[in-house]
């Protein structure tokens, strides 16, 4: 078995010798994840329309990096997963991270009562009326902590272990399907779930979002499978990545600016809009991304490594239900460089503060402390044992 993770899996002691290819992709889509964050939680509600430089910035930034950088989590993912058998016992490291992560940061909103909004609360997510609203969460937000994946508090993680209970039945799938219906069904899959969804009110498919991990993942499967010479250099998958990013994110900038003189425009505009994974581009990009590090050429780097390790981590607190509101607005004060000239750069450095904070976090509480308990159960399983 391969000595790659997938999301949650960081404890290996070999973690040295993983293909930094992969763990440098993670930390990339991580990163961009942050700032995606940065955006929608902290700054978003100021903007309406106005076209000024700031705002179109956030636009840009919006239209492909959570998009992205989510797709490429799942590439990543399935590309280890479908030659694997399943393994209920990582899966369930996953969920102990996620539950792990939902108690801590629930029980020390609850106790300490710190004003913030609650997980039901999610209208006020974009709006001023946070700062009104805000106040220490009650009993009920302090239970659904206490069960993040079946109360779906992080649509990530909820999907991401949902997905992970039908690879046994992908990876059967996919060892006895022939190549042509292999290319079919990702066609199908795609058309269905990403080109469809330009059409103004299609009432054809509404997939959720586990439609889109599958589909990534008979992707990823059918590249690791046939070896497509198409995605042969590097350099031009990554250079085609980035530059249909770059027109995702000048469409978006485009939809935004002519919306505010044209009615038609700001009609069809939320079905043009780009940015979430149901959108071909996005898509697209990822899947040439992904692909330019999979052909490049592999190297290790222990640090790179032990940085991607803490990946999972940095994303289930800075996207915790309680916490990423109080992060931007109360902490770092995005909402305060809305309109400065320093935005962009505050932006990314808010961002990346985000991002190291919460892979200290992760490094140096977290994975000590799992070892810690690891050790323990461990000595009491042997004491134990001899014991009988």
Request: hydrophobic content about 50%.
């Amino acid at each position: 078995m391969t000595n790659i993770y997938i999301l949650g899996d960081f404890m290996n002691s070999k973690i040295a010798e993983r293909n930094s290819n992969f763990e440098l992709l993670r930390i990339i889509a991580m990163f961009m994840i942050v700032l995606l964050h940065s955006v929608y939680f902290g700054v978003q509600f100021k903007f309406h329309g106005g076209g000024t430089f700031n705002e179109l910035f956030s636009v840009f930034i919006g239209a492909f990096c959570g998009g992205v950088g989510n797709y490429l989590f799942v590439f990543i993912s399935a590309w280890f997963l479908c030659e694997e058998p399943f393994s209920l016992k990582r899966l369930l490291k996953i969920w102990k991270q996620v539950l792990f992560y939902s108690i801590i940061i629930g029980v020390f909103f609850f106790i300490k009562k710190i004003p913030t909004i609650g997980f039901y609360d999610r209208d006020l997510y974009n709006s001023v009326g946070f700062f009104n609203a805000a106040k220490p969460i009650g009993k009920i937000d302090l239970i659904r902590s206490f069960l993040p994946v079946l109360m779906g508090n992080n649509w990530f993680a909820t999907c991401y272990i949902v997905f992970c209970l039908f690879i046994p039945i992908l990876n059967d799938l996919t060892s006895v399907i022939e190549r042509k219906k292999h290319f079919y069904l990702i066609a199908v899959m795609a058309i269905l779930g990403t080109v469809v969804s330009f059409v103004p009110g299609q009432g054809m498919l509404h997939p959720s979002n586990l439609y889109y991990f599958i589909t990534a993942y008979f992707i990823a499967s059918y590249i690791k499978k046939y070896d497509p010479p198409i995605f042969n250099n590097p350099v031009k998958n990554i250079l085609i990545g980035f530059l249909t990013c770059v027109f995702c994110g000048l469409w978006n900038c485009a939809l935004n600016y002519f919306s505010e003189s044209y009615k038609t425009v700001e009609f069809f505009k939320e079905w043009l809009l780009l940015g979430n994974i149901n959108k071909f581009p996005i898509l697209l990009a990822s899947v040439f991304i992904f692909c330019g590090f999979v052909k490049m050429k592999p190297f290790s780097n222990r640090i790179i490594n032990l940085i991607a390790s803490t990946t999972f981590g940095v994303y289930l607190i800075h996207v915790n239900g309680l916490l990423k509101i109080f992060i931007w607005h109360k902490i770092l004060l995005c909402d305060s460089f809305a309109d400065s000239l320093a935005y962009p750069l505050y932006l990314l450095a808010s961002s990346l503060v985000v991002f190291i904070c919460c892979s200290l976090i992760d490094l140096f509480i977290r994975q000590p402390l799992t070892i810690f308990v690891g050790c323990i159960r461990n000595s009491l399983s042997r004491y134990f044992y001899h014991a009988e």
